[in-house]
């Protein structure tokens, strides 16, 4: 009897990660990739880290990767925007150990600001990317992703999406994974890794050579491959939804691609060929149909599927319930059911240490700059205390902004801070990429307030550690960043930084308006421990006794 293990896709990619021997693994936090690298966490030999934002983990990883060491790193769609830079670079510098970056894109929005299709990064970055449809391919397409890497020296892509990272499937894991992979050392290529203009225009050409050579053999990769049915109709399909394409169209041919940049262009030609009326199903954009029409071939697909939200097995079969001559498999029945579900938006908890904050903003009056995290959630009744919210760091630039521009209105040139508007930032976002804000406020003689609301973790992906709670992803203690030497360092006067306790409101209340009044740039903590993460300590704690 083979081994088999449930798992989800996010431990599915931790385990091929750790079948491919893989040494080193970072990321970010950022729902729905969180659970990688808090699973990769769990078997030995591995060395993993929640690092202060992308950009860093992706550098952390590359370096590794420069020295020979399979490496992998996490992040979900947006991660990628703030980690584009050295991405795009890396396709220049190319490898030494397999580096795998995993992409979580949230079709959707479950969790997210946008829904972004990061199928263009790929294509932009001139790098393979690769997309597994169940659990286990989400295991066999990271162990392929490192042999891809090595053998074109290149960085990879591993596409997932929320249905498949939380979604549970059957793997089966390899009896005896080669984890005895010589890391050899960083080894001196000044004109491979140091990319200055003359260096780079070299390296842009090994490039092209590159995904010229890709295009041909990705025709010849198993994770292509066609299945050809009913040649009536034909379908185009990736990831989750060939799952979709295969419930509800079983007689139909398919043609699956697990490549997703460079695409197989000669099995697709096969494929149009082959078929006698093809259609590309696809979240998102029409990354598949704009490129299969510019080879030529007739196909539909967004006419029928939107371009916003996810798909589904009815959303893949309604266009074509009317259409004769399409064998489409029936409904279930006991799946449906047309009674109503109400709503249940989400909320800050009871006995959260960002409600006083919130309670306190809104009896002022007061216009909010807002940021990624549990706070973002004080927009909603009965607070309605946030008045922008766009990325991870950008309320601290964003009050800037407000106050440069009111100044304008009122003449004052600059040299008066906002009487009415803060910006309000959760402890990991702040060091995700607040701090850079900070110091521009100091660097540039701002006069804003800037509110960290301080809950000792980052409560909104799972209560994972960060550079303000003191500990590391394995529980391990660590320094603690001081707040008021930050600050100093930043340009503030002590009396300008106040750290006050979530769940003393008239402390709070003193702090805002005292700092707000002083028509200088000042820096409010406001420190309570997550609820949640209070009680967890508390059950821990009981549960050792």
């Known amino acids: 009897m083979e081994n088999r293990k449930l798992l989800s896709g996010n431990q ?24 990688i690298l808090e699973s990769l966490t769990s078997y030995p030999g591995v060395y993993t880290e929640w690092s202060v934002n992308e950009k860093v983990a992706f550098e952390v990883a590359m370096g590794a990767a420069l020295s020979g060491a399979r490496t992998l790193v996490t992040m979900k769609h947006v991660g990628l925007n703030v980690a584009a830079d050295p991405l795009f670079t890396a396709s220049y510098t190319g490898i030494k150990g397999g580096l795998v970056i995993v992409n979580a894109d949230d079709p959707d929005m479950h969790s997210s600001q946008n829904e972004q299709d990061n199928r263009h990064y790929a294509y932009a970055a001139k790098v393979p990317m690769l997309e597994p449809s169940d659990c286990q391919e989400a295991k066999d397409f990271t162990l392929f992703a490192y042999h891809l890497s090595e053998t074109y020296d290149t960085p990879v892509i591993l596409r997932t999406v929320t249905r498949l990272s939380h979604s549970l499937g059957v793997v089966i894991p390899l009896d005896n994974p080669a984890r005895d992979k010589k890391i050899e050392g960083f080894k001196r290529d000044i004109r491979k890794y140091v990319m200055i203009p003359g260096h780079a225009r070299k390296r842009h050409i ?9 295009k041909d053999e990705v025709n010849t990769f198993p994770l292509n491959r066609i299945e050809l049915n009913d040649t009536s109709i034909g379908f185009i399909t990736s990831g989750i ?18 490549v997703v940049n460079p695409l197989p262009e000669k099995l697709i030609a096969d494929f149009c060929r082959a078929v006698k009326k093809v259609y590309i199903v696809e979240e998102l954009d029409p990354f598949f149909e704009l490129r299969i029409k510019a080879l030529g071939f007739d196909v539909e697909g967004k006419k029928y599927y939107p371009v916003t939200g996810e798909l589904s097995p009815d959303s893949v079969r309604k266009p074509f319930e009317e259409k004769p001559g399409f064998s489409i498999k029936p409904r279930e029945k006991g799946l ?30 007061l216009f909010v700059t807002g940021d990624i995290g549990c706070y973002t959630l004080g927009v909603l009744p009965p607070f309605t205390s946030i008045d922008t919210c766009v990325e991870m760091g950008g309320s601290i630039g964003h009050v800037q902004g407000i106050e440069i521009a009111t100044s304008f209105k009122t003449g004052t040139g600059g040299k008066e801070g906002n009487s009415n508007t803060v910006a309000v930032i959760g402890d990991s976002t702040f060091a995700h990429s607040g701090i850079t804000g900070l110091l521009n406020a100091g660097y540039n003689k701002r006069h804003s307030l800037i509110i960290v609301l301080d809950n000792s973790t980052t409560a909104m992906t799972g209560m994972q550690p960060n550079p303000l709670s003191g500990e590391r992803i394995n529980g391990e203690k660590t320094s603690r960043l001081d707040y008021r030497k930050l600050g100093q360092a930043c340009g503030l006067d002590d009396n300008q930084i106040r750290i006050v306790n979530a769940y003393k409101p ?8 005292t700092l707000l009044g002083s028509g200088k740039l000042s820096l409010l903590v406001v420190q309570g421990l997550c609820i949640i993460l209070k009680m967890r300590r508390k059950k821990t704690e009981k549960n050792d006794g």
């Open 12 to 35: 599915a990619i931790a385990l091929g990660a750790y079948e491919a021997g893989v040494t080193v693994g970072t990321g970010y936090p950022g729902t729905p990739s969180t659970e």
């Open 506 to 513: 008239a402390e709070i209340e003193d702090a805002v308006l």
């Open 206 to 214: 090994v490039v092209e050579e590159r995904m010229r050579k890709l």
């Open 241 to 258: 939804p060939y799952t979709y394409v295969k419930e509800v169209f079983p007689e139909a041919s398919v043609l699956k691609i697990g």
């Open 336 to 365: 449906h059911t047309e009674i109503p579900l109400p709503p249940r938006p989400p909320s800050l908890c009871p006995g959260c240490p960002h409600r006083e904050v919130f309670k306190i903003l809104k009896k002022h009056d």
